[in-house]
């Protein structure tokens, strides 16, 4: 199984709700990523997990906040959101332990906050 | 610090028609180098990676990049394109040894391929 993948596909949500964003991949990999990607722009690294371990949080507004239970699962909790949030958040996965780490994408979820 | 500039945000091609997209980077280290393809809505998915040796890389859907050192430059080439190559292509760079392959993306090159 090479696939990442995330639930849900969209998301509407308002900006006094609580909602979760999950990310799940079945290679074996021990370090996942969250990306957020606004229109026309690459991709911007949030998250890195490794080994189940908060690696890397790139000055992330606390109210993303990202859960690692288990080596194949990843979360990312939504609340308070602002309208300039909604964007794409897109999962990664890797295998930190190989010199060139090929991380492997989800199709994202897209998220509008109202 | 590390930096990829994509130098066509924009190219438009007909069908058939070769294609060249340019990538250049800057870094004080070695580094990996990869292009992606992101079709609308969808997630990335790796195009071709240049990792050692040989400075032309093949990838999926027939295309291919070239390496060059001295030009610090990673163009992605496809001789002949399709309608279904309309898509957004990145091209991004990885220090080696870098901790956990954190990736510096170019802003990306939309491609239109016209019939």
């Known amino acids: 199984d090479t696939e990442v993948t995330q639930t849900p596909k969209h998301l509407v949500m308002g900006m006094t709700n609580k909602k979760s964003l999950k990310c799940e991949q079945h290679m074996g990999h021990r370090a996942m990523y969250w990306y957020k990607q606004k229109a026309k722009k690459p991709p911007e690294l949030m998250f890195v997990?490794?080994?189940?371990?908060?690696?890397i949080n790139e000055s992330v507004p606390s109210r993303f906040s990202p859960e690692c239970p288990n080596s194949s699962l990843l979360n990312l909790h939504l609340h308070a959101l602002q309208p300039e949030d909604s964007a794409l958040y897109l999962c990664?996965?890797?295998?930190?332990?190989?010199?060139?780490?090929?991380?492997?994408f989800g199709p994202g979820t897209r998220l509008t906050v109202l | 610090a590390q930096s990829v500039t994509q130098l066509d945000s924009q190219v438009p091609v007909f069908e058939e028609a070769p294609v060249e997209l340019r990538c250049n980077y800057s870094s004080s280290v070695s580094v990996y180098l990869f292009w992606y393809v992101q079709y609308p809505n969808q997630g990335l998915q790796l195009l071709l990676k240049y990792l050692s040796g040989s400075t032309l890389v093949k990838g999926i859907n027939g295309f291919e990049a070239e390496f060059n050192k001295s030009q610090t430059s990673f163009h992605l080439r496809k001789p002949s394109v399709h309608i279904s190559d309309t898509a957004e292509y990145f091209c991004?760079?990885?220090?080696?040894?870098?901790?956990?392959?954190?990736?510096?993306f170019g802003q990306g090159t939309i491609l239109t391929v016209h019939p």
């Open positions: 990664a996965s890797g295998d930190p332990g190989l010199a060139v780490v090929e991380q492997f």
């Open positions: 991004a760079a990885q220090n080696r040894g870098t901790s956990y392959g954190k990736l510096t």
């Open positions: 997990y490794s080994y189940e371990k908060l690696s």
